[in-house]
């Protein structure tokens, strides 16, 4: 459950960019500055040390985007504005599985199934809330920076259907 649940939330946080995911340990710090990368660099790559904390794993991958994207100052407000909502996304959706958690062994079957579908569907309203926010970013890409994001984001769609195949 914990892996589902982490998984998600970092899913949420970072739907469309971030494939390269592993359990995330729940807290706070402040990132590092993720290794340079191309442009067109969608593969994952392997770090000395994996972040701490889920806050850490979704910093770095914003930063890690940011630098592949090639965000220029004009468009700083709208990345802005899309990385705050995976964060928020990433805290809202860690927050509410915590309370799960905290209440599971006492709720009755249907409480459960209730629980479980308000969790999913705040995570599918915070992804509705990402794509809008990526999408007025997008708008205002370089033919390049949309050529870029649309591989990365293809090589996440590409590796999230690996990683469910090999769960099945």
């Known amino acids: 459950m914990r ?10 946080a ?3 960019a971030f494939a390269q995911t592993e359990t995330p340990v729940p807290g706070s710090g402040t990132p590092a500055a993720p290794p340079a990368r191309s442009a ?21 991958r914003i930063a890690a985007m940011h630098q592949q ?3 220029t100052p004009e468009q700083q407000p ?6 705050q909502t995976m964060r928020d996304n990433t805290t809202a959706t860690e927050q ?4 799960r958690r905290a209440s599971v062994a006492t709720m009755s079957a249907p409480d459960n199934m209730k629980n479980f579908a308000q969790i999913e569907q705040a995570r599918t309203d ?6 809008a926010s990526f999408q007025t970013l997008y708008d205002g890409m370089s033919d390049a920076q949309k050529k870029t994001a649309d591989e990365v984001f293809r090589h996440y769609g590409e590796q999230h259907e690996a990683h469910h195949k090999a769960a099945s």
């Open 78 to 83: 709208a990345w802005d504005a899309f990385a």
């Open 14 to 16: 970072a739907a469309p």
């Open 3 to 12: 892996t589902i649940a982490l998984f998600g939330a970092i899913l949420l």
């Open 40 to 60: 067109t660099a969608a593969a994952p790559h392997y770090r000395a040390a994996k972040p701490a904390t889920l806050e850490e794993q979704v910093n770095e």
């Open 69 to 71: 994207l090639k965000i």
């Open 126 to 131: 915070g992804v509705q809330k990402l794509a």
């Open 96 to 99: 509410a599985y915590r309370a």
